[in-house]
């Protein structure tokens, strides 16, 4: 692209996938704005720990030119993942063989923080590019692939093409799709040990350096070390989408919700159970949704969508973070490489994005219901045996 022709980029959302997109595009001289609902960087907590794949996640990185600073903030420790039957015994243990657990190793998907590898992207971009504090309203269309954003507060801004990296409840999605997210049937149940290896050792080191599962019957318990000796530690149960409602619960009153959790792990190991009672962060619950598979759309003119807004898939493909910024340079490689017009470049980008995450959703549905399932003990077993 050259100045003459650079169209006014819009990328709704700066999670992973919008601000890939924004930093290669600035690497290459082509101005892209990104506006986030979040009032500061610092607004609210970014989750838990991500695995950088070397197809997807690190390519991305290094398109981006960030990978040697990935590399430096990365955990390649914690790729150890533990599996625990529903006593809370060990019965598989897999830790990446010391030849290639360095921080420059090229195979294998180490570890970072979500908030840390948000910030290594943000600190990425030139000062004034994410425009905090606008949430979208609504995107209208105008002339010939223009489209008006609307945000709360009655500010406007016009764009040649907008990118809905807007997550899961997307905004943007709604100019292409009448898609909407669907209840899995599965909820998590998220809290978290605080300076976990001092003050709760039998817990650190059951959980070890990277990951530890106990799922069966339809229930279990995902324990995940992130960075500052903290463990987030995911309570999850297939249910109704408000089983606190049916059981009479108020959210707030942290101490029902450990009893009800509780009284559904009634039988399972006294250690696991302490990842329920032994909590520093009380309980948020979080329903997993997903889109259709496949979610697929008619291409438009000016506006496109990447990460979860156009695949938000369970967590159980490992793949949510990785394909978003996957997308986010993807998109921007073909906006940069000479299509003749923008609208070109994003048909070639959704040739590439639609089937790649449409396998991937596939994968990640068969995972969740894999993951929670009355043999769900032996199915994880067999599935992270043959991976490792």
């Known amino acids: 692209m050259n100045a003459s022709t650079t169209p006014r980029i819009a990328i709704i959302g700066a999670g992973p996938g919008g601000l890939t997109c ?5 690497r290459h001289g082509v101005a892209a704005t990104v506006y986030d609902q979040d009032a500061s960087r610092s607004a ?4 838990g720990t991500l695995d950088m794949h070397p197809d997807s996640g690190r390519r991305a990185l290094r398109e981006a030119g960030l990978l ?15 599996l625990a039957d529903r006593e809370g015994r060990v019965v598989f243990d897999a830790t990446p063989p010391e030849s290639d657990a360095g921080a420059d190793a090229e195979d294998g998907n180490p570890e970072i923080d979500r908030g840390r590898l948000r910030d290594l992207l943000l600190d990425s971009l030139e000062p004034g590019t994410v425009r905090w504090g606008r949430k979208l309203a609504h995107v209208e269309p105008l002339t010939a692939g223009v489209h008006r954003l609307y945000f709360a507060g ?19 999605r709604g100019r292409l799709s009448e898609a909407r997210p669907v209840y899995t049937g599965v909820t998590f149940v998220e809290t978290g040990l605080d300076d976990a290896d001092s003050r709760h050792p039998v817990l650190a080191a059951l959980t070890g350096d990277g990951t ?5 019957d339809n229930r279990g318990f995902i324990a995940q070390r992130n960075g500052h000796h903290h463990i987030r530690v995911y309570v999850g149960m297939r249910t109704d989408e408000h089983w606190y409602r049916t059981a009479g619960l108020d959210p707030a009153d942290q101490g029902a919700v450990r009893d009800a959790l509780l009284r559904e792990f009634t039988g399972w190991g006294a250690d696991l159970l302490r ?13 997993l949704y997903a889109l259709p598979v496949p979610h697929t759309w008619r291409h438009t003119p000016g506006v496109t969508l ?5 695949h938000l898939m369970s967590p159980f493909s490992g793949m949510g973070a990785n394909l978003a910024m996957l997308d986010g340079a993807d998109l921007a ?20 994005l639609l089937p790649r995450s449409a396998a991937a959703a596939e994968g990640a549905a068969e995972g969740i219901a894999g993951a929670f399932a009355p043999d769900s003990a032996a199915q994880v077993l067999a599935h992270v045996m043959q991976r490792h």
């Open 306 to 310: 990447l990460g979860d807004a156009a």
């Open 333 to 352: 490689r073909a906006l940069i490489d000479g299509a003749a017009t923008t609208d070109d470049a994003v048909r070639a980008y959704e040739s590439l």
């Open 68 to 82: 040697d600073e990935f590399m430096a903030l990365a955990r390649p420790e914690g790729r150890q993942m533990r």
């Open 275 to 287: 990842f329920i009672t032994d909590s520093d962060t009380g309980y948020t619950n979080r329903p």
């Open 212 to 216: 530890l599962m106990a799922l069966d």
């Open 154 to 172: 009655g500010a406007t801004v016009d764009a040649d093409l907008v990118v809905g990296a807007d997550g899961a409840w997307s905004k943007v």
């Open 44 to 47: 609210r907590d970014q989750g």
């Open 22 to 26: 924004a930093r290669i595009l600035q």
